[in-house]
């Protein structure tokens, strides 16, 4: 029994290697291309979804026309809007403000490819984004600039009472220093 072996050869080794590596392939490329649809933007993840999706780059602009079933990026003050491909739930939205006299306002944009701008959110780099608030027929979203996750309320008036009390917190902050 002079012929035995103790060990594997060096091609036998690479086989495994190959073998090993090109399933691992297969599967990180069939999680990464089922596992990395982005998540359909909704007033609830609007930027969440911008943000997990890498389309926050500076100072951001996402604009929706077409009763808000046609959504555009855009990054930088001076480049072009491109169409945003991922899944909207945005349809009949209505962006609302507070006025100087804190009464809520419909906001009005203006107009994109001859069309009425519904939504227009700016994004910036230190992760502030514009404040909000959005009525469509899944419910009425208070959306705040910088403290805190985006709200679903029963009425326009929550969501204005929202809106109000982050403010003051945000003049505020500073008291206790």
């Known amino acids: 029994m ?10 036998e080794l690479i086989i495994v290697v190959l073998l090993i590596l090109t399933v691992y392939s297969l599967v990180f490329t069939y999680v990464k291309k089922n596992g990395g649809n982005p998540q359909a933007l909704s007033a609830l993840t609007l930027k969440s979804s911008l943000i ?5 780059i500076g100072h951001t602009t996402f604009l929706c026309i077409n009763r808000c079933t046609s959504c555009y990026i855009r990054h930088g003050i001076n480049e072009a809007f491109t169409l945003y491909n991922g899944p ?5 939205t209505i962006a609302y403000t507070l006025d ?10 203006g107009r994109y490819e001859d069309q009425p701008i519904c939504l227009k959110l700016d994004f910036y780099p230190n992760g502030s984004s ?4 959005l009525e469509n027929p899944d419910g009425v979203y208070y959306l705040p600039s910088f403290f805190g996750n985006p709200q679903q309320v029963n009425t326009l ?3 204005t009472s929202l809106w109000l009390e982050n403010t003051t917190l945000l003049s505020h902050i500073g008291d206790y220093y």
Do not use: N
């Open 2 to 11: 002079k012929g035995s072996r103790g060990g594997f050869t060096l091609i």
């Open 100 to 109: 100087a006299s804190d009464s809520i306002s419909k906001m009005e944009y």
């Open 52 to 56: 997990d999706s890498g389309q926050m």
């Open 88 to 92: 909207i739930h945005l349809k009949d």
């Open 157 to 159: 008036e929550e969501a």
């Open 130 to 133: 514009t404040k909000v608030i």
